[in-house]
């Protein structure tokens, strides 16, 4: 059980992270990273974040930290629209992170997927 959730973990979790950094570091070396660069990092790391809750809790996520998440996502962008933190702080980076939250949901709660992975 520990060795199928830690290869789940660098799955989903670690990659997607290091994918966004790889992005978010070399965006200016690439014409082609240049037009992902600005919301797909936001993607990946929404990704990796309700990954790991989904794994930790077994795919049973109590609703607090639902919507801890949510408030997260939304605070984070507040604060960058209003310019309290570094950032830009626009409603596509929502959507973004609200997709990735769901498709993260969809890999990891599929009984689908939960099957072909025991």
């Known amino acids: 059980m520990i060795k199928i959730k830690s290869k789940k973990i660098i799955l989903h979790?670690?990659?997607?992270?290091?994918?966004?950094?790889?992005?978010?570091?070399?965006?200016?070396?690439?014409?082609?990273?240049?037009?992902?660069?600005?919301?797909?990092?936001?993607?990946?790391?929404?990704?990796?974040?309700?990954?790991?809750?989904l794994l930790v809790w077994d795919s049973k996520v109590p609703y607090i930290w639902a919507i801890a998440i949510i408030i997260m996502f939304f605070g984070t962008e507040y604060l960058q629209y209003y310019g309290i933190i570094p950032g830009t702080g626009d409603i596509y980076d929502l959507v973004i992170y609200i997709l990735f939250g769901l498709f993260s949901q969809l890999m990891l709660c599929n009984p689908f997927f939960l099957k072909t992975q025991k």
Do not use: Q, R
């Open 13 to 53: 979790c670690i990659l997607p992270l290091v994918i966004g950094c790889f992005i978010y570091f070399f965006e200016k070396s690439s014409p082609i990273l240049t037009g992902v660069a600005n919301y797909l990092p936001d993607g990946l790391w929404s990704y990796s974040l309700v990954s790991l809750l």
